[in-house]
């Protein structure tokens, strides 16, 4: 069973800088292509970033050149370096893993931004 789990948000001033980390187990996480996805109070799951098995990155408008996604295949590990934060930013962030064809989410973490 494939289990995802998130860490490392927390509250953060604008302009401050925060990394979240996914940890995976229960697939074959090199052959997985993993994402991060955030929510906002009363908006819909909106793509931040994405990073393919073989390491090719995509990202939102919004977050280019403030973030970085990025993976260590041998920890099982994603993460999202987060620069320049802005309170628009604040959102619950979910790790998402793409393994075989199917999706797995984990239960997301909170991200404030304010002062």
């Known amino acids: 069973q494939v289990q995802l789990v998130e860490s490392g948000g927390g509250l953060v001033q604008p302009g401050g800088s925060l990394r979240l980390s996914c940890a995976a187990s229960?697939?074959?996480?090199?052959?997985?292509?993993m994402g991060w996805y955030r929510q906002a109070p009363g908006k819909q799951r909106e793509l931040v970033a994405t990073i393919t098995d073989s390491g090719s990155t995509n990202y939102a408008d919004s977050v280019k050149d403030r973030f970085t996604i990025s993976r260590d295949n041998a920890k099982n590990m994603a993460y999202l370096e987060m620069n320049r934060l802005k309170p628009e930013d604040t959102a619950v962030y979910y790790c998402?893993?793409?393994?075989?064809?199917?999706?797995?989410w984990g239960q997301g973490t909170q991200v404030t931004v304010s002062s």
């Open positions: 229960g697939s074959i996480f090199g052959f997985s292509a």
């Open positions: 998402y893993e793409n393994f075989r064809g199917f999706g797995y």
